[in-house]
């Protein structure tokens, strides 16, 4: 038995192998192009285990995939393979249209393909998982409903728009070809091995390097934070027991402003690594300019996968968050490892205002 997993070099998806893996005799084919945001140093604890077999491709490249399938035969394939940061993708959407739509499209094409030759059994007990976002229902008033998942689209960036792009690709191919697909939509994930751009391990590492805390705005904006971990095992609750053609939203039930966020952090941080000059790390917080198009609010109505499949996260915000914040503290040598030249250029492109 087997599964492909595209993307599983990244933040869930390193997360995502190591947890099936430390569970399940069955092999996992790891395909990741390792762009900035793939890291081979998050699935160390899997050198020598051959139940992992890393291919450094494109899930672009339908010839490569294509050969893996018919190679290995997996059960399933997962598809984790994006550009996730909407800050890239506000200063340069190529990459993100490229790697959310075409090259999801190219995978489709060789899963549709591979899926059709399969004996009928095997063709029913197949599934393509595609990993999504809320950020695909756009942004939400103060008091308006949760995201449920007949929430209309609305996505406001351009990531956002090419997630969008890439779930209808994936609807379109149940209902035309009836490729078995499953979509979950989920919200801000946090926890080990999140690269540092993304605003929690942001806050953490430049807190650390007394450096300034950027809060764009006004900070009020709200985001509905999970356990990387609790996304790993409704991904493979709907693996399990989804029914095909679904999709399920994913959250934590926990809507935090980012001042919250970054507030709490600083709190663990002046607990468990606290400043040699007594200040707290809250007075490095520096407001700057806003995002563009920047959503105002994320809530994810989780109601349907918790009733149908029973999933429900094991982390609060306040265990999630202090379990991270103690990772980053005993993984500095994987944060300086991923702090690359080529990271410090983002960081003064990005802040430089
Ligand atoms: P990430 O940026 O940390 O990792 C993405 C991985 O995909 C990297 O390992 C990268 O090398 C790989 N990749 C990029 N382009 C590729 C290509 N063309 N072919 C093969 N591999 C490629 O992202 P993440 O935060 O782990 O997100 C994983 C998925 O989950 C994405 O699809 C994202 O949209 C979705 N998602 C993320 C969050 C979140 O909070 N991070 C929340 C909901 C959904
Ligand atoms: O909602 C799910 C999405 O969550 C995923 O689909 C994306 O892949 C993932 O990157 C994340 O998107 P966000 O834009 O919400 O995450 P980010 O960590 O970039 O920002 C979280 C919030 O914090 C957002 O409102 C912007 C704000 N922020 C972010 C950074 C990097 C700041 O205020 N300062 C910062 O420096």
């Not at 038995?1 to 190591?18: D, E, K, R, Y």
């Not at 020598?48 to 290995?72: K, Q």
């Not at 993100?96 to 999801?104: L, S």
């Not at 609790?230 to 399920?248: F, K, M, N, P, Q």
Request: net charge negative; glycine share 8%.
């Amino acid at each position: 038995m087997s599964i492909l997993v595209t993307g599983g070099a990244g933040f869930i998806g390193s997360n995502f192998v190591l947890d099936w893996l430390a569970d399940r005799d069955e092999r996992v084919i790891n395909v990741d192009k390792l762009t900035y945001a793939g890291n081979l140093e998050n699935l160390a604890a899997l050198d020598g285990d051959g139940r992992h077999v890393f291919v450094h491709g494109d899930i672009g490249d339908t010839a490569l995939i294509s050969r893996l399938l018919t190679e290995h035969q997996p059960w399933a394939v997962v598809n984790f393979a994006a550009e996730s940061h909407v800050d890239r993708s506000i200063q340069g959407p190529d990459d993100f249209i490229q790697t959310n739509i075409v090259g999801t499209f190219r995978l489709l094409e060789a899963v549709r393909a591979y899926w059709s030759g399969l004996p009928k059994q095997e063709r029913e007990t197949f599934r393509f998982l595609h990993i999504s976002t809320d950020e695909v229902y756009g942004s939400l008033a103060a008091d308006a409903p949760a995201f449920r998942e007949d929430t209309r689209y609305e996505p406001n960036s351009p990531y956002s728009a090419s997630k969008a792009a890439s779930d209808h690709l994936v609807r379109a191919y149940r209902q035309t070809y009836g490729v078995p697909v499953l979509t979950t939509n989920c919200s801000n994930n946090y926890g080990p091995f999140q690269f540092p751009e993304k605003l929690i391990p942001l806050v953490i590492h430049n807190a650390l390097a007394g450096k300034a805390l950027p809060v764009y705005g006004d900070g009020l904006q709200i985001r509905d934070w999970l356990y990387v971990k609790d996304h790993c095992s409704a991904i493979r609750r709907v693996l399990e027991a989804g029914a095909v053609g679904e999709t399920y939203n994913v959250g934590g039930r926990s809507e935090q402003t980012n001042l919250d966020v970054v507030s709490t952090v600083c709190e663990l941080l002046d607990e468990l690594s606290p400043r040699r000059d007594g200040e707290s790390y809250a007075s490095l917080i520096t407001y700057v300019a806003d995002r563009p198009g920047h959503d105002r609010r994320y809530a994810i109505d989780a109601g349907k996968i918790e009733r149908e499949l029973g999933w429900q996260p094991q982390e609060t915000f306040a265990s999630g968050i202090r379990q991270t914040v103690q990772w980053y503290l005993a993984h500095r040598e994987w944060v300086a490892n991923v702090t690359s030249g080529a990271y410090r250029d983002w960081i003064v492109r990005q802040y430089a205002s």
